[in-house]
């Protein structure tokens, strides 16, 4: 019995100094879409977070820090729970980071309290996540930030009657309702909300209905990937575009990646965001020029890379400020109003909502130099997210 | 009235583009008795090789749609030679569902791998592109296409299985195999055609119909369901079945898309119940 004892309390000094050892790394876990579909937004992830390192080394205040990449895939809260779990135990993860979709990024906002980590949400865009935990920041954009602009566009570029169409799931149901409720108040009328399940690929009777309802303009939002290539092909294939009828949208709609995919039958469609890979500021080129250091190619990267990117600068700040210490709300208190400028322009993380201020940018889409692009022509200021803004 | 006539262009397309695809699994199942779960994953590897050729080799759009068709079959070959002539008119259905989805699965990484991720654009001719100008609507000129294929191809098979001798073969074949092998004619191969002639068809609607079901590494996995209720609701192995189950489910699809998009797919499984509750052997199927 004394002997057992012994060997255990030997066996505690081992884990006990091993913990020590170890303190000396701090892990990151980032949750993204490796592979399936959307994987091209992990890897955007990916090197984001790998720009961020190669400029500024791995350590900080003495300690090295270590990203752990774990596969969201799809829209999966349960799947996604486990894994940020297994994270937090099993890894041991000081920050996590990452989410790309809103049902997964809710579903791992409860564990943040209880285990005091911090996460930095990198992409999911629904207004509400950062109220579901006081330790999550979002460097990424919300789908009112971005489409409360949007509407106001559509009202200056003459549109009188608009037909909504979103994906049928969180952040569509706010573009749906930011669009409607800033386009009203500006005296505009919509005639046709349609949600669209996110699995849908025809999007021709979609089309269809959107005709028969006489719109001058379409707005739509549906989450980068696949979908967004067979809905624009769809606007341009039924002659809604030969008709007149314009189409504004999230930059999600318009990605650069899929540009060549939509042709230049896609030239003159509108789109407001955050981020454009054209992007023109000493800041954009320079971090492009990392991205491709790290062997990223130009015609994959997306807005995820810069949200990753910056996300990466957060939790380096945060693992300054508490001395690399796991000490959630300090490390939360030190990036409150940070402010400094991002490749898409200058930002700020509001002390309030803890989600980024950004510039949100009209874009048209372009030939340049026989490569389409997201033009930027004109901007909106330090946008904050007007679907959590006190107004 | 304007609604209906917005509809069925529609309707009819997805229809086509449906029977073009689910006609060499209906002629799987019903003559060959294989649940092939994997005929997705050869009308994708049609879909990729058209893809490839078309921006990769700048060939024109038919000659893509033939290197997919010959391509797929090719590799379809030691898929053949190695697994399925096992499985023909014989195991059960379990064992026939656990190679194939096996055989999904493989080839759903495979493509992941080789093509990644994201979904692979089809070019098409400029013949093809933009609206065409029906009078009533407009509608894309791909989708007449896509109609116009499903026609020729329902003939075409018509003509072969009903008036060629190798339809007769065929035919013999699968109502008693060991008759028609001592009458002389060689099961295997005219089985091993069959499966050609299947995969082909899986192939040449892959890419045909790649604007209605894009082409990436899960399209495999995420209509094979589809591919299956076509089946079934029109009966194995009958061509006016598949053709009507096509244009009954894409009709009911369509329209539900049309009028309440947020209920998905709703529609297209309420017909389905509703089809199959009516006829347990589908429209045309015959009770083995």
């Not at chain 1, 906002?109 to 990198?122: C, D, F, G, I, T």
């Not at chain 1, 865009?125 to 930030?145: D, G, L």
């Not at chain 1, 995820?304 to 490390?331: F, N, W």
Request: proline share 5%; glycine share 10%; net charge neutral.
């Amino acid at each position: 019995m004394v002997k057992t004892l012994g060997w255990l309390c030997a066996a505690a000094a081992i884990s006990l100094s091993v913990g020590a050892a170890q303190a000396d790394t701090i892990k990151v876990g980032v949750i993204g879409t490796m592979s399936g579909p959307y994987a091209l937004f992990g890897k955007n992830y990916k090197m984001g977070i790998d720009a961020w390192v190669a400029e500024h080394g791995n350590t900080v205040a003495g300690h090295t820090v270590e990203f752990v990449y774990r596969d969201e895939v799809s829209p999966n809260p349960a799947q996604s729970k486990a894994l940020a779990q297994e994270l937090i135990v099993k890894e041991k993860v000081q920050y996590l980071a990452g989410l790309y979709f809103t049902p997964n990024a809710m579903a791992v906002a409860p564990l943040l309290q209880e285990a005091k980590v911090p996460m930095v949400v990198l992409n999911a865009a629904t207004s509400s996540i950062t109220e579901k935990s006081p330790y999550i920041v979002r460097t990424s954009f919300t789908m009112f930030q971005n489409t409360v602009p949007a509407a106001k566009v559509a009202k200056q570029k003459g549109a009188k009657k608009v037909a909504i169409a979103v994906s049928d799931y969180g952040p569509g149901i706010d573009a749906e309702t930011a669009f409607k409720k800033t386009f009203e108040t500006e005296g505009g009328q919509v005639v046709e909300a349609i949600r669209m399940p996110l699995n849908t690929t025809d999007f021709g009777p979609i089309m269809q209905r959107i005709k028969n309802s006489g719109a001058d303009m379409i707005f739509t939002f549906l989450p980068a990937g696949p979908p967004t290539l067979g809905f624009v092909k769809a606007y341009i294939d039924n002659g809604l575009k030969a008709g007149g009828v314009k189409l504004m949208s999230t930059g999600d709609v318009v990605t650069e990646p899929d540009l060549p995919n939509i042709g230049e039958a896609g030239l003159g469609i509108l789109s407001t965001y955050h981020y454009a890979v054209s992007h023109d500021s000493p800041e954009n080129k320079a971090f492009l020029a990392l991205l491709q250091k790290g062997g990223g190619k130009l015609d994959e990267v997306t807005m995820t890379s810069v949200a990753a990117y910056d996300g990466a600068r957060l939790i380096y700040k945060m693992i300054e400020a508490t001395g690399g210490k796991s000490d959630p709300d300090k490390a939360i208190a030190a990036v409150k109003g940070m402010q400094w400028v991002s490749p898409r322009g200058p930002v700020s993380i509001d002390p309030d909502t803890r989600h980024i201020t950004q510039n949100v940018y009209l874009r048209e889409v372009e030939k340049a130099d026989g490569k389409l692009i997201n033009k930027e022509i004109d901007t909106f200021k330090a946008q904050p997210d007007w679907g959590l803004a006190k107004q | 009235m304007q609604t209906l006539l917005g509809i069925l262009p529609d309707a009819l397309a997805y229809g086509m583009v449906l029977f073009t695809i689910s006609i060499g699994l209906s002629i799987m199942m019903g003559l060959m008795r294989v649940v092939n779960l994997a005929h997705g994953a050869f009308a994708m590897i049609g879909g990729y090789l058209a893809s490839f050729a078309l921006t990769s080799l700048g060939v024109s759009y038919p000659i893509a749609i033939l290197i997919a068709v010959i391509g797929t079959v090719i590799v379809s070959v030691p898929f053949e030679f190695l697994l399925y002539r096992r499985i023909y008119r014989r195991s059960d259905e379990l064992t026939q569902i656990l190679l194939t989805i096996g055989i999904t699965f493989f080839i759903v990484g495979i493509a992941n791998y080789i093509f990644g991720p994201t979904s692979k654009p089809i070019p098409l001719p400029d013949l093809l592109k933009g609206p065409f100008d029906l009078g009533l609507r407009m509608i894309p000129a791909h989708r007449l296409f896509v109609i116009g294929c499903g026609v020729v191809t329902a003939v075409a098979l018509w003509l072969l299985i009903e008036k060629t001798e190798f339809g007769v073969r065929l035919r013999a074949a699968v109502d008693n195999g060991d008759m028609a092998e001592a009458l002389g004619i060689r099961t295997q191969i005219v089985y091993s055609a069959t499966f050609a002639l299947a995969v082909g068809l899986a192939a040449f609607g892959g890419v045909v119909g790649a604007e209605l079901l894009p082409v990436e590494p899960y399209y495999a996995l995420r209509y094979m369901v589809t591919f299956l209720v076509v089946v079934s609701v029109g009966g194995a192995g009958s061509v006016t079945g598949a053709m009507a189950a096509s244009l009954l489910l894409g009709l009911a699809d369509t329209t539900g898309k049309y009028l309440a998009p947020e209920f998905g797919e709703f529609f297209f499984y309420v017909a389905v119940i509703v089809i199959v509750y009516v006829f347990p052997h589908g429209l045309f199927g015959k009770a083995h």
